[in-house]
């Protein structure tokens, strides 16, 4: 059974840093791209940044370009999302998803995570 | 950036009814077109990927439609559970975009 299980969420002032984690099991991490996308409180779904299957290749969405980077361990099974000089507007519920294949385009989100709640507020 | 736009954003609707949403993106995105739902205090779920593929486990009375702009989800005979919000999400290009959702609720 595919388990994507995020941590590392919390309350952080703005301007502060979090590193999100995401472990996972139940399939080959090592072979399937993998995402970050973020929900703001009673908001919709907001795409953040994604990583290559061996982390060669990335994107980040224009909101959180220079502030957050991704990588992964493919040895730990473990997706990470380094968030830096938060803001208010970065306060969300952030998902780890995994996609069907080792390419960044072109795919759906076949297995979601449970979230982790970032809260940005001073 | 590719922008989708969802309607309606909201619908009443009771069970047995016939259900439609659209999803229009602002240029073509071939079939790359994902349907995705989310119940209050849980992540999403796939149902559609690739605008007409039925994911694994997703009961049949969903369906998609389209190509390059226009798609459609179709919920056949509305259940209980399917009381959620619904987003349609286009894989063709980055940023990848979400539509606003519509969010079905019981009538």
């Known amino acids: 059974e595919v388990q994507l299980v995020e941590s590392g969420g919390g309350s952080v002032q703005p301007g502060g840093s979090l590193r999100l984690s995401c472990s996972a099991s139940g399939f080959t991490f090592s072979s399937y791209a993998m995402h970050w996308v973020r929900q703001a409180p009673g908001k919709g779904l907001e795409y953040v940044s994604a990583i290559s299957n061996n982390g060669g290749t990335t994107y980040f969405a224009d909101s959180v370009k220079a502030r957050f980077t991704i990588s992964r361990d493919n040895s730990k099974n473990t997706l990470y999302l380094q968030m830096s000089s938060l803001r208010a507007e970065d306060t969300a519920v952030y998902y780890c998803?995994?996609?069907?294949?080792?390419?960044?385009?072109?795919?759906?989100?076949?297995?979601w995570g449970q979230g982790t709640l970032v809260t940005v507020s001073s | 950036d590719i922008q989708m736009t969802q309607s309606p954003s909201s619908l009443s609707a009771s069970v047995g009814d016939r259900v439609t949403i659209t999803c229009r993106a602002s240029?073509?995105?071939?079939?790359?077109l994902n349907w995705y739902q989310q119940k209050p205090g849980k992540a999403p779920k796939l149902l559609i990927y690739a605008a007409s593929s039925l994911q694994n486990g997703v009961p049949s009375r969903f369906s998609g439609s389209g190509s390059g702009t226009d798609f459609t989800l179709t919920i056949s005979t509305l259940q209980p559970a399917d009381f959620a919000t619904y987003y349609c999400q286009q894989s063709f290009t980055f940023p990848l975009t979400f539509g606003g959702g519509t969010k079905v609720e019981i009538k």
């Open positions: 240029q073509s995105i071939s079939s790359y």
């Open positions: 998803v995994k996609s069907p294949a080792a390419i960044l385009l072109l795919y759906y989100f076949d297995y």
